[in-house]
């Protein structure tokens, strides 16, 4: 499901932030409207929040986990299960996008884009998780983390190939960084501060919404130049394709976070430490 192309520019201006159509200049005046599928959109959306609810609990091992391995094992599956869900989200968003041409990933690009979002999420939960708690520490690992999330979403954007360069939006580029560096403050704060499972679950519908307001708005400052005028048409083949890829993306991160929930549950704390304080 997409939004229709037969609507106009201006009536359409107001989807822009929904992520759902927007119109990327071309060269000259011409412009090509890219639209999202709906239901890709929702797609991301769940992973993320699926993600967040999951690291969220397994989060609250880290501050009374015992140095060395027990420390490395609780770190470890909480910054793969936010920072892949963060990476599958992006990757899932991207391929909602109908670029009216055909679309390629770089596989070298796209490993590196992942490995920044786990890597970047684990150096942010050891800063604020472990020893003693600061806001300064929840600003300066909110802070990377969410530099760390930003570096993730536009190294998956480089590693697009098309025939077209790509360009971007100075303010809202910025923007979606600084929803980055926000959405990462939040959810550290969260991942330490929370005791109840039903606060943990709200929360994590919350995280869903940041990391989607920062994908789609780095999505929006996106500017195309093709590297040839022909028309462009929309390619059903692609879309097909790009559709797949995307629920192969979400079911195996949904099997993965669903082991990790089970471990998480199993291991499940008499008590949560809170970083910050009752």
């Given at each position: 499901m997409?939004v ?10 107001w ?7 927007v119109?990327?200049n ?13 239901m890709?959109v ?16 397994l989060?609250?091992?880290?501050p009374?986990?015992?140095p060395?391995n ?13 920072g892949?869900?963060i ?9 909602a ?6 679309v390629t ?12 979002a786990?890597?970047f999420?684990?150096?942010g ?7 003693v708690p600061?806001?300064a520490k929840l600003?300066?690992g909110?802070?990377l983390?969410?530099?760390?999330v ?7 954007m480089?590693s697009m ?9 100075t ?6 960084i600084?929803i980055?560096?926000?959405?990462s403050?939040?959810?550290?704060w ?7 499972n ?5 929360s994590?519908?919350i995280?869903g ?5 920062m994908h789609?708005?780095g999505m929006a ?7 040839h005028?022909g028309?462009?048409m929309s390619?059903?083949?692609s879309s ?18 669903s ?5 998480a549950?199993k ?11 009752e």
């Amino acid at each position: 499901m997409s939004v229709s192309s037969t609507a106009t520019r201006t009536n359409l201006k107001w989807l822009k932030w929904l992520g759902l159509t927007v119109y990327k200049n071309v060269k000259g005046e011409k412009m090509i409207e890219v639209e999202y599928n709906l239901m890709l959109v929702l797609v991301s959306y769940a992973i993320a929040v699926f993600g967040s609810y999951v690291g969220l609990n397994l989060a609250i091992r880290v501050p009374s986990a015992k140095p060395g391995n027990d420390l490395y094992f609780w770190v470890a599956l909480s910054s793969l299960a936010i920072g892949g869900a963060i990476w599958s989200m992006h990757y899932i968003g991207m391929m909602a996008v109908d670029m009216k041409m055909p679309v390629t990933y770089d596989l070298g690009l796209t490993i590196v884009s992942m490995l920044l979002a786990v890597l970047f999420v684990a150096v942010g939960v050891v800063i604020v998780g472990r020893g003693v708690p600061s806001v300064a520490k929840l600003l300066g690992g909110g802070i990377l983390t969410g530099l760390g999330v930003a570096a993730m979403h536009y190294t998956g954007m480089a590693s697009m190939q098309m025939e077209a360069t790509m360009s971007y939006n100075t303010p809202l580029l910025l923007t979606s960084i600084a929803i980055a560096i926000a959405a990462s403050i939040a959810a550290l704060w969260l991942a330490f501060n929370l005791r109840g499972n039903l606060q943990r679950f709200g929360s994590a519908f919350i995280m869903g919404i940041a990391v989607c307001g920062m994908h789609y708005t780095g999505m929006a400052a996106m500017e195309m130049q093709m590297a040839h005028t022909g028309e462009m048409m929309s390619m059903a083949h692609s879309s097909s394709d790009a559709f797949m890829s995307s629920m192969l993306i979400f079911i195996g991160s949904a099997i993965v976070l669903s082991l990790l929930w089970v471990i998480a549950s199993k291991n499940a704390p008499q008590k949560a430490e809170l970083v910050f304080g009752e």
